[in-house]
């Protein structure tokens, strides 16, 4: 017997399914250096043989190690790219370009510029009207201009199903307005920052009798002696990235910034507004170290001394990343849940992780054109490796099935009208010692696999990874 849903209640919530992540590669799943290792292999054995005598023998062990690098893997990563992380490593000790030190002088003479680790972005104040002015980040590197808005509200672990399909869809007209074909927009990034911090005991406690000698009063008197209120906070960005066309980039940029915020209130988010420069240089100190003290009794619009916000040392360590006194790590979302998950999945990674933790998801959206060559690219090697496995007698796997039905849904989609991106996730942890954040790192690691996420830590490439969790937009590759 069922009992009946009372009127206005969706009995089956939506639920959500994200499609393995397309490992296809060359020929077979081998990666080109895979495939270039293999080759060089059997051509060192080939002029061995030919050649016989002491030269056989020196080039088996050459062709046997080729062999290892090709198809061994090494701390989640092929051998082939742990070897090439592993040179850029020590090549970065011997340059020692591993530590990074600001030259003050230069800084102060280039005000507009963040260097250390942000690479000559340059920050720069937008007049809009009605007064004021927004910050841009000037990535030139890269060739975009990037501002950031800030967001609230919505409450989508607490709110209802319906209230969450509601969301869920405006957050999709978002991602379509920003994805349409000739959108001067490159890509967009959300960014969410949890944090915690520690105030000093309200000056009212309750009362405990100084003649109260039970264990349990004693218990408590030590706790109200040592209490503390720990807070957390929750701050969420979105990064928008133009690209500079003919000098018009920030026009053109303001004029998008108008349409997604109205998008982003029609999607029932408080939408605080677009960062000033000032705003954008104290959220980029918090990012590279969250105990920087900050004078808030300047004026938001304020111009921005950028060399104060820029990290004064930097530290590239195989495993972690210090910028000034903090440690940093950041992981690789490598793999999103495989089975159908609610909108509010990442709540115990958001909400349940008491560490100070930036998530980073960065979206790239596709031409229709691109979409389909790209559609038919990936069937074409599908047909190819599948001929190939019936030659050598291989059956497909389900991973392999997995993926051709992958294709089948992007295309039904593309068809549909949708707008296809391509899209990484990327975390940081951050902590002030190395003890605190390994235990940060346990903790994120066991909230993520209650998430359904599959996390790598990018190993060699701290420095770099690092930058894909601070708001600029950047590039997937």
Request: net charge neutral; charged share 20%; hydrophobic share 45%.
């Amino acid at each position: 017997m069922t009992a009946a849903a009372p009127d206005g209640v969706n009995v089956h919530p939506a639920r959500y399914r994200f499609g393995p992540r397309d490992t296809r590669e060359l020929l077979l799943g081998l990666r080109p250096s895979q495939l270039g290792y293999l080759i060089g292999a059997v051509v060192v054995l080939i002029v061995g043989f030919a050649t016989g005598g002491a030269v056989a023998l020196v080039t088996m062990p050459l062709a046997a190690g080729a062999v290892i690098v090709a198809v061994g893997r090494l701390g989640g990563y092929g051998a082939d790219q742990h070897l090439v992380l592993r040179v850029r490593a020590a090549l970065m000790r011997v340059r020692g370009t591993d530590r990074r030190r600001v030259d003050l002088a230069t800084a102060v003479a280039h005000p507009r510029r963040l260097d250390v680790p942000l690479d000559g972005t340059e920050l720069h104040a937008l007049p809009v009207e009605g007064g004021g002015s927004i910050g841009v980040l000037h990535d030139r590197a890269h060739g975009t201009c990037v501002a950031i808005i800030a967001v609230t509200g919505g409450g989508l672990p607490l709110a209802d199903s319906d209230m969450q399909a509601q969301q869920v869809s405006g957050w999709g007209r978002v991602l379509a307005a920003i994805g349409r074909d000739g959108s001067p927009l490159t890509r967009v990034q959300w960014l969410a920052r949890t944090g915690t911090t520690e105030a000093a005991a309200p000056a009212s406690m309750p009362h405990v009798a100084e003649s109260a000698t039970t264990l349990a009063a004693t218990s408590y008197r030590d706790l109200l002696a040592t209490a503390r209120q720990r807070e957390v906070t929750h701050e969420t960005y979105l990064a928008v990235a133009c690209g500079q066309r003919s000098g018009r980039g920030d026009d053109v940029l303001v004029r998008e910034l108008a349409r997604i915020c109205d998008l982003l209130t029609a999607a029932n988010l408080d939408v605080i507004g677009v960062l000033p420069p000032r705003a954008v240089a104290r959220l980029l100190r918090r990012h590279l170290d969250p105990t920087s003290t900050h004078n808030d009794s300047d004026p938001p619009d304020a111009t921005a001394d950028c060399w104060s916000v820029t990290a004064m040392a930097a530290e590239t360590t195989w495993e972690a990343y210090r910028v000034d006194g903090v440690w940093h790590v950041t992981y690789w979302i490598a793999e999103w849940p495989r089975t159908d998950v609610a909108p509010d999945f990442l709540a115990s990674l958001l909400v349940g992780a008491d560490v100070e933790l930036t998530v980073a998801l960065t979206g790239q959206p596709m031409t229709t054109a691109t979409a389909l060559r790209r559609l038919r690219s990936a069937r074409a090697s599908a047909h190819a490796d599948g001929q190939l496995r019936a030659k050598l007698r291989q059956s497909a796997t389900v991973r392999d099935d997995l993926e051709a039905s992958e294709v089948d849904r992007r295309d039904a989609e593309l068809a549909a009208g949708h707008v296809v991106y391509s899209f990484a996730g990327f975390l940081t942890i951050t902590a002030t010692t190395r003890d605190a954040l390994d235990d940060g790192c346990v903790i994120v690691e066991h909230a993520a696999a209650r998430a359904g996420l599959v996390l790598r830590r990018l190993f060699g490439q701290q420095d770099r990874a690092f930058t894909r969790t601070l708001p600029l937009a950047r590039p997937l590759r």
